[in-house]
């Protein structure tokens, strides 16, 4: 329901009619692709998945209870043995990964995980108590994304991760049709309405129609246009 003001009587008598939703008046483009969008079942869309390699288990669980607040998928491990099985089976969009393990070189499992070709693009975050400059440039010139340091604070561990699951989302928004059918994705679809919303209001001369497959059929018969 397009209201004029944020009537409070207007909106409890709306509601009482089953009026689920408001947009007030000035509308903005932006406002009702947002509330298109939130209303839209979200087929297509995927969890973020984090994997966590740390040999101390609270470390491991304190990511998961924090990082589940944002409703993100994590997996972990405790040991290099299980790594590897688990990175293959659980195919994160985003690594942390511990440089200090027992009996282990943080560095040249980064390496090792960089030298597989389906993890080359993995971003990885390296979490760890030594914060020496030297360290640090060693596992940037193995090419991880960024790092943590002990003991982990809730705030930054949040920012950084939820940062890289909106460049996932971005990226997704990119993927503009789904491979098999051809078809545009939701995701695609909401991007590129709000761009033909934002050319019309810059040339008065654009016309945009919304037509259905019938619709659009006709117009095909009656006018060959493709």
Known sequence: MILADGNFEE??????????Y???????????????????????EKPF?????????????????????????????????????????????????????????GLEILKAVRSDTRYQDLPI????????????????LSKVDDFLIKPLDVGILQSKVLHFAYLQSFKEILRVQDPLTGIFTRRAFIYSLARKFEKLKADSAQTLAFLGPADYEGLLTDYGIH
């Open 22 to 44: 408001f947009l007030e008046k000035p509308l903005t483009v932006e406002g009702i692709l947002d509330l298109v969008e939130s209303t839209l079942p979200a087929f297509f």
């Open 11 to 20: 909106r409890i008598a709306a509601l009482r009619q089953g009026i689920n």
């Open 49 to 105: 998945k984090v994997f966590v390699l740390d040999d101390d288990p609270d470390i491991c669980a304190y990511v998961q209870k924090v990082l589940g607040k944002s409703n993100i998928q994590i997996e972990a491990a405790n040991n290099v043995k299980d790594f590897f099985s688990k990175l293959d089976q659980f195919k994160p969009n985003l690594l942390l990964l511990d440089l200090v393990l027992k009996n282990e070189d």
């Open 125 to 140: 975050i390296i979490i760890t108590v030594i914060s020496e400059t030297k360290i640090i440039q060693q596992a940037f």
